[in-house]
Structures are given as C-alpha cells and as structure tokens.
Nanobody, 113 residues
C-alpha cells in the first residue's frame, strides 16, 4: 500500500512563505502523476498543482506557488510564496498509479491577514 506523508504546514502571515513536503513510500517514478490539492472549510477539494507529462497550476496560484520533486528522496514539494488569506486550507498530496490513486492525510495551512 502506497503511503504519502505531508509536512510543513502551519500559521503564516499574509505575504509570507511556506514549503510543504510529501514523502512517498515508493519511488516517484512509479506514478503517472503527483500533485497537491487543497480543501478550504465549506468548499470542495481543488487542484493546486500537479506534475504529469507537464506541470499544471491552478490559476489562483500561478506565479506564487512552485511544485517540484526530488526523485532520490521520493518527495514532492510545494513552495508557496506571497501567501494570501484565501490560501487557507488543508493541503493534500495525491499520487496516481492508474487506475489507483493515493492521498496523504493532509496538512493545515493558515494564512492570517
């Protein structure tokens, strides 16, 4: 069973930065896609950024967030800069190995104004 463990969330002021990490129990080369999603209170889970054959960002985070991965460490990162209060959410890591998908437990990011 694939395990994904997120870390790096926390409380930050608007304009600040955080880096989230997602450590996978298996080689990232196995997955069709790895990415980050988020879910704010009362809202549906939404895509933040994903790496497949290309890298895709949600419009709301373009120019502020950067997704990357370290294959040697089996870890996916999300560097978040210029954070806004509307970025407050639980952030989840997701990995796809068709037809299965795997999710981490989530890490809370809170941005104060």
């Amino acid at each position: 069973q694939v395990q994904l463990v997120e870390s790096g969330g926390g409380l930050v002021q608007a304009g600040g930065s955080l880096r989230l990490s997602c450590a996978a129990s298996e080689s990232l080369f196995r997955f069709n896609a790895v990415g980050w999603y988020r879910q704010a209170p009362g809202k549906q889970r939404e895509l933040v950024a994903i790496i497949t054959s290309r890298t895709i960002y949600a419009d709301s985070v373009k120019g502020r967030f950067t997704i990357s991965k370290d294959n040697a460490k089996n870890t996916v990162y999300l560097q978040m800069n210029s954070l806004k209060p509307e970025d407050t959410a639980v952030y989840f890591c997701r990995a796809t190995l068709a037809p299965s998908e795997y999710w981490g437990q989530g890490t809370q990011v809170t941005v104060s104004s």
